[in-house]
């Protein structure tokens, strides 16, 4: 561990600084995410929360359309701008990008509101669901600029602001909310105060989007305008592709457990599911300040920088996230029953999904490496194939196996991910990203 810290460079002490910042306001939304999950499920019961969990799963996929990618795509065209420090064109991209969201959020609205009855009833089989629809809809615009105002606070390096716009102020906001009408006995909707945290979460960042970008000093670049709509598309789509279909595997596993089980089944499988997402909690935090980097390095041709921020991210991240998955896993039964006794029978999920967390975690950083230099395209046809097997799956198990069923089938799409991408990093970029411990350097 000592040796870790030993080969101090300017790169590696702003990816340790960075990473710290993030992780420590990642931590802080994590914290009060599960905040919110104990008290709806110790309050309201796990039919509650697969109500809640299943409306926000909808909104999830609803926004990919809208956020075109531009989470991905953003941070990478405006480091690059960034770096010519070229304030100008970022606000141009910034307007761009906003204007494509906006006609393709209404798209969506439109085709939400038209079709709810058939959305809840065919499609999800959960007929209480129509109402929470309406709502659901109305959040999809401001969590969509939520998303891209975050990305541009990632690409200007500003980890903290993009982490505290990204999910942690939405989580201190809906717990706030939750306790104040449960304490003065008001009746609500738990989805509908999400939506009010989602709201006030982005009033204050179209405030600090703005001061910043005023701050920020402008260099006089002689070019012609290299962003226009048709460059800012044909980056973003293959982006929008690959992420979609990541989050689809994800989702996927919801809504067809919605479609043969019960919102209760739903309850337990999703509380397992954010418990073994904490072990991401370090890979999240490390790739806000990483990602940039990877541009920053590949747009220089800088390959042994490239290399040397890839194999200093990925032993970070394993070091980090290692102790978390033993405890998840040890203590898997202790911990969900803090959640309540019904909770507890999902603790085989929870070691299948944190099983595969651990490939995840030695693997690296490989999809944003992907995306970052100019692999997206087969990024997004490797995604899509794990996409393919985790649908063909989750129709297998969930029947059988239920929640158990589910976890299994994303555990195998990402580890089939995670691996693949490793060997086609190694075949193109010309370096393993994976970290073996005491085996790795």
Not at 59 to 77: A, M, Q, Y
Not at 291 to 303: A, G, I, L, R
């Amino acid at each position: 561990m000592i040796s870790f810290f030993k080969d101090k460079d300017k790169n590696f002490i702003e990816l340790l600084k960075g990473s710290s910042i993030s992780l420590i306001v990642r931590l802080l939304g994590m914290a009060f995410g599960y905040l919110a999950m104990i008290f709806i499920t110790t309050n309201y019961g796990a039919e509650e929360w697969g109500i809640y969990s299943l409306c926000f799963t909808i909104l999830s996929i609803t926004i990919l359309l809208p956020k075109f990618g531009f989470d991905n795509s953003l941070v990478r065209i405006i480091t690059e701008l960034n770096t010519f420090n070229d304030k100008k064109q970022i606000i141009t991209v910034l307007f761009k990008s906003l204007f494509i969201s906006a006609i393709l959020s209404l798209v969506v609205i439109f085709a939400i509101n038209a079709f709810s009855e058939v959305l809840a009833k065919e499609v999800l089989n959960q007929k209480e669901i129509e109402p929470y629809l309406i709502i659901v809809g109305y959040a999809i615009f401001p969590m969509t600029v939520l998303v891209i105002i975050s990305a541009i606070f990632q690409a200007l390096k500003k980890p903290m602001l993009f982490m505290l716009f990204q999910t942690t102020l939405i989580n201190i906001l809906f717990l706030i909310l939750l306790v104040i009408f449960h304490w003065k006995e008001i009746e609500f909707n738990i989805f509908k105060l999400y939506f009010y945290s989602i709201c006030i979460a982005l009033f204050f960042a179209i405030l600090l989007v703005v001061f910043t970008l005023w701050r920020k000093q402008n260099t006089l670049i002689l070019r012609k305008n290299i962003y226009s709509y048709r460059k800012i598309v044909n980056i973003s789509v293959p982006m929008l592709l690959s992420s979609s279909f990541a989050l689809l595997m994800g989702w996927s596993d919801i809504l067809m457990l919605s479609f043969f089980k019960t919102t209760k089944d739903i309850g337990i499988y999703n509380s397992s599911l954010k418990l073994a997402a904490l072990s991401g909690i370090t890979l999240i935090a490390i790739n806000a300040i990483a990602t940039p980097k990877f541009v920053e390095f590949f747009s220089k041709n800088d390959m042994n920088g490239l290399k040397e921020t890839v194999k200093k991210s990925t032993k970070m991240i394993f070091l980090l996230t290692a102790p978390v998955l033993f405890v998840l896993i040890v203590f898997s039964k202790k911990i969900l029953s803090f959640l309540g006794d019904e909770f507890v029978v999902g603790y085989l999920a929870l070691v299948y999904l944190c099983i595969s967390r651990f490939i995840n975690a030695i693997s690296g950083s490989v999809g944003y490496i992907m995306q970052m230099t100019d692999q997206q395209r087969t990024y997004q046809n490797v995604i899509i194939l794990a996409f393919l097997i985790n649908l063909g799956l989750n129709f297998i198990l969930i029947p059988d196996y239920s929640y158990n069923g589910a976890a299994i089938a994303s555990s195998v799409a990402m580890i089939f991910w995670n691996v693949t991408l490793v060997f086609l990093i190694k075949k193109r970029l010309g370096f393993w990203t994976i970290y073996i411990p005491f085996l790795s350097k």
